[in-house]
């Protein structure tokens, strides 16, 4: 079963931004779909981004524009850059799988605050 590890969180200002890892304990080659999702309080946790191993990608719409998937299966990580962020943008940052009958595993995800 795969293992992630978000990092990369952090405090910053509306309009700045910041780049998210996700490190994977097992060879991304064997996961087409990567994802990234996120998770505001009292809200469900929602999809942000997806990419494929043959570099495909799509987003909310909410982020669109501002946001940008990317994969190093190499490296086993996943990355989400994020700028003009918002502060609606707020929330807990988790990836897993996009497949949903693979999400067997999620990490504690990487707390994103935009805030002046």
């Known amino acids: 079963q795969a293992q992630f590890v978000e990092s990369g969180g952090g405090l910053v200002q509306p309009g700045g931004s910041l780049r998210l890892s996700c490190a994977a304990s097992?060879?991304?080659?064997?996961?087409?779909?990567m994802a990234w999702y996120r998770q505001a309080p009292g809200k469900q946790r929602e999809l942000v981004a997806i990419i494929t191993n043959s570099g495909l990608r799509n987003y909310a719409d909410s982020v669109k524009g501002r946001f940008t998937i990317s994969r190093d299966n190499a490296k086993r990580t996943v990355y989400l850059q994020m700028n003009s962020l918002k502060p609606e943008d707020t929330a807990v940052y988790y990836c897993?799988?996009?497949?949903?009958?693979?999400?067997?595993?999620w990490g504690q995800g990487t707390q994103v605050t935009v805030s002046s």
């Open positions: 897993n799988t996009g497949v949903v009958s693979r999400q067997t595993n």
């Open positions: 097992t060879s991304l080659f064997a996961i087409d779909v």
